[in-house]
Each structure stands twice: as structure tokens, then as C-alpha cells.
Nanobody, 127 residues
């Protein structure tokens, strides 16, 4: 039910907006996020959003360059990233954590992961 789009090839310094069609997870999860993975490495949390934007969390390498947002009417979650570098090259996954309750720790999901992910979208940054 999670479907990512928007990946592609971008030159370093450019920007990209990834989209996630979240379906029913928009209603079921107050904690949603974006993760990324490169071959040979574990999946890394990039950004998480709690209660539709009440709080947002970012991994250190993305702070100041990334913005996570959510549109409940469209059932979409977005990740906009600026000033991209080759180190941002990865497969990006949208995640949902319906197990995080109201008042729960959505930020922890960045390091612990989420139970549900989409198929991913590939982002390649060329120098």
C-alpha cells in the first residue's frame, strides 16, 4: 500500500522531491517516514513525521537540506531534498509505523525502523 515515486538521476547540488502514496496508512499511522539504503549497508532513517506535521525528525546528514511533509487529503507523504550530493545516492523507501501510539516516540523509528515499507525508488546523484 506504500508506493514511492519521484526517483531519478540528478546532478550534485540539485533538488528532488520524492512522493509516497500512503493509502490507508495515512489514517492508520500517526508516524510515517522516509528511509534509504545502499547496497551492502543497512537501511537508514532519513526523516519522520508525527501527527501530520506536529513534529518532524531528520537524520543529521539531512538536517537543513530535507523537508518531510504530508497531505492527508491526497494520502501522500513527501520528501524534498536540496543540495544533493553523491552520498545521497540510494534506494529511498517510504515507511509507516501504525504501532506508534498517540504520544509515542516517532523519532525512535528513524533508528529502529518501521514495520511497513514500499518497494522503493532509486535516486542517483552524479558529481
Amino acid at each position: 500500500q506504500l508506493a514511492e515515486s519521484g526517483g531519478g538521476s540528478v546532478e550534485a547540488g540539485g533538488s528532488l522531491t520524492l512522493s509516497c502514496s500512503a493509502g490507508e496508512f495515512i489514517e492508520k499511522s500517526i508516524c510515517l517516514g522516509w528511509f534509504r539504503q545502499v547496497p551492502g549497508k543497512s537501511r537508514e532513517g532519513v526523516a519522520a513525521i508525527y501527527r501530520g506535521g506536529f513534529r518532524k525528525y531528520y537524520t543529521d546528514s539531512v538536517k537543513g537540506r530535507g523537508t518531510i511533509s504530508q497531505d492527508n487529503a491526497k494520502r501522500m507523504v513527501y520528501l524534498q531534498m536540496n543540495n544533493l550530493s553523491p552520498e545521497d545516492t540510494a534506494t529511498y523507501y517510504c515507511g509507516a509505523a501504525p504501532d506508534v501510539p498517540y504520544g509515542g516516540n516517532c523519532e525512535l523509528s528513524l533508528s529502529h525502523g518501521m514495520p511497513y515499507y514500499g518497494q522503493g525508488t532509486v535516486v542517483t546523484i552524479s558529481s
